[in-house]
């Protein structure tokens, strides 16, 4: 039976750093073997890690106030990936709400199994988007200028019915992975009396005069429970024989599938090998049928001249019609062998349990319900477009594209028989992302939406829809101000590469002109050859300037991600943090969270003054950007294991 544990505790000042250094394992703990995972999440960016945001709460906090708040819950050893499982719960519980520092131990159980269990500990202070220090974040909170004050705490948490209501979303996740734990009390549950708990033995255990009595009374417990399970054991052998059965047949579910899915490949790579060959022939039993044709048209002189060359005209229109409509053919059977590798394996299979359960299999039912219940808490990002204000109406006709209207008034456009965007009303969601998708996307959002626009979906989508817009001349703002951003850096981008190929292209033409020049003294010549030159070294410099700044960049993301940090675009915000590396043009400022920001030194004023381990607040919100020393300090990683 799966460990039912759950239980919820509280820390007061003076406890939560040293709590943190527990259940990682760090400090005077660094002994623990049993710590399998680590993570800190929704760090400020003052705080290094979770034992630096918890010793500053037992610094900060007001006398006799709660540093953390902890969960500590059992694993279920029936889970293949605890760690994940771990994770999943936490953001459900917190989501971004909350700073919280999660750990996972795994050590030797009593029975001598396994005792995986998780602590998840977190302050109850909620985040509010507002950037404050560690001096400013525990102060009380300010309502009317929320601002002035700390960060306000969730008094969910003092709620009567937390615990109870806790336990049953536990209960509910669990089950989420097919595992059933009833976190009620044995006495609720009509269940016979739970094991009284009897403590470790220690030098004063012999001073517990009922410490006999409890041990006879947890093996009377025990006594009953095993003669109850010797009776129950033909029943347990028949569930067993029918889990096994049901596992065999899951086994042979998906083996089935993948044997379509291989066959259903195959068969599309032999019609495209079949197809490439006949559109070959086609491509050349067309031209063949129109050079005869013109041919014959030259040679026919009853024809007059105009007629003629009208007759030609239209032969070559039939010719590229046919040829256009041969290799969109041959297009969508290519684009369907890319769907076919493309494509999710969850939602392959989950059509094929589908077809499988209405012709009446109970197990691939089953196994539907479970796959639907492990997924529906990671829903796959979507890449949309979102209206702002209001929706116009629209034509699909200006586009000219194929379309289809569905159930519920959701629109599907195709390109070559391909599904590519669905207008699902007050959003575009693109089902590919090739350029020409995008741009598409962009007309139709613009022609429903108007001009300013919101992006959903990865960060790396929308730079590259920010880029797409430019490249293609809309006129389009968007939500998100680093969005604007990228835009203009990249028309800029553009800009100065179109004015080096205008330089490159004038200096051509000042050199073939300088050498048609002969009438001019001397002087004049050397002056013209020298700013010729001039313009040449400038050109080569700012090349040179240009490459330098990019082997800076390459350098600092690559000592970045050495140190295992993930890289983070600067935006038009402020940064507070400490500075681990200087590149010959590149700063790497270390904001918390095992995130990094590579700044631009030739952007502040202040660059010469900079220096490795202080802590430093980098500031975009001005005309010119800002980088204020806050404190000189050295970093020490923390211990981990």
């Known amino acids: ?112 199994g396994r005792n995986i269990h998780a602590h998840l500990m977190f302050t109850e202070r909620r985040l509010d988007g507002i950037e404050r220090d560690a001096s400013k974040f525990f102060l009380r909170a300010n309502p009317k200028a929320p601002e002035k004050g700390g960060a306000a705490k969730d008094r969910k948490w003092h709620e009567k019915q937390m615990v109870k209501d806790l336990r049953q979303v536990y209960s509910d996740f669990a089950k989420s992975y097919g595992v059933e734990l009833d976190l009620r009390s044995n006495i609720e549950q009509g269940l016979d009396e739970a094991e009284p708990k009897i403590g470790p033995v220690h030098d004063r255990s012999v001073q517990n005069k009922n410490r006999a009595n409890l041990i006879m009374k947890v093996e009377s417990l025990r006594e009953g429970r095993f003669v109850e399970d010797v009776v129950n054991s033909s029943d347990r052998r028949l569930q067993f024989d029918l889990q096994k059965q049901a596992k065999e047949r899951r086994k042979q579910l998906w083996t089935n599938f993948h044997g379509q899915r291989r066959s259903n490949y195959s068969r599309l790579a032999d019609e495209f090998r ?204 968007f939500a998100d101000p680093a969005i604007n951003t990228i835009m203009r850096k990249h028309k800029q981008e553009l800009a100065t590469q179109r004015d080096m190929r205008i330089i490159e292209r004038n200096l051509g033409d000042a050199n073939k002109k300088l050498q048609k020049i002969e009438f001019l003294n001397s002087a004049a010549q050397e002056l013209i050859r020298s700013n010729v030159a001039n313009l040449s070294e400038n050109k080569q410099m700012t090349t040179m300037i240009v490459n330098h700044m990019k082997e800076s960049l390459a350098e600092a993301e690559l000592i970045a991600r050495t140190k295992g940090f993930d890289v983070v675009k600067s935006g038009s915000n402020k940064y507070r943090g400490s500075v681990i590396e200087i590149t010959s043009h590149h700063v790497i400022q270390n904001i918390g969270n095992g995130k990094v920001v590579v700044h631009e030194l030739a952007k502040f004023e202040t660059r010469d003054n900079l220096r490795n381990g202080a802590l430093y607040e980098f500031s975009y919100q001005t005309s010119i950007p800002k980088a204020t020393l806050i404190l000189e300090m050295d970093i020490q990683k923390p211990r981990t294991r």
């Open 274 to 477: 079949v197809t490439q060959v006949h559109q070959k022939a086609k491509l050349a039993l067309i031209k063949s049928t129109y050079l005869t044709k013109r041919e014959a048209l030259n040679n026919n002189r009853s024809l007059k001249y105009g007629e003629r060359r009208a007759a030609i005209s239209i032969a070559n229109m039939e010719r590229i019609t046919q040829e256009l409509k041969i290799k969109a053919g041959f297009e969508a059977i290519r684009q369907a062998i890319k769907t076919e590798q493309s494509e999710h394996y969850f939602e392959k299979y989950r059509f094929y349990l589908e077809s499988q359960s209405q012709l009446g299999d109970e197990v691939a039912q089953a196994e539907l319900d479970r796959l639907l219940a492990n997924n529906r808490k990671t829903p796959k990002e979507q890449n949309s477009i979102v209206a702002i204000q209001g929706v116009y109406k629209f034509d699909p006709a200006r586009l000219n594209l194929k379309y289809e209207v569905r159930k519920g008034g959701e629109v599907t456009y195709k390109m070559h028989d391909i599904d590519v965007i669905k207008d699902v009303g007050k959003r575009v969601d693109l089902l590919q992302t090739d350029d020409l998708t995008i741009e598409t996307a962009l007309r139709l959002a613009q022609a429903k939406f108007g001009f300013k626009l919101t992006l959903a979906g990865s960060r790396e989508f929308q730079e590259r829809v920010a880029r797409i817009a430019v490249e293609r001349g809309l006129k389009v703002e």
């Open 1 to 112: 039976m799966a460990s039912r544990h759950f239980s919820v505790k509280h820390g007061k000042v003076g406890q939560g750093g040293k709590h943190a250094l527990y259940v990682a394992g760090q400090g005077k703990y660094a002994d623990k073997d049993d710590v399998i995972y680590l993570l800190d999440v929704n760090m400020p960016s003052w705080a290094r890690d979770g034992a630096d945001f918890f010793a500053a709460a037992d610094k900060m906090e007001r006398a006799n106030g709660r540093t953390y708040t902890e969960f500590e819950f059992a694993i279920p050893r029936e889970i293949a990936d605890p760690i994940t499982y771990a994770k999943e719960f936490a953001y459900t519980t917190l989501g971004n709400s909350h700073p919280y520092r999660l750990a996972v131990h795994d050590k030797l159980a009593s029975d001598g």
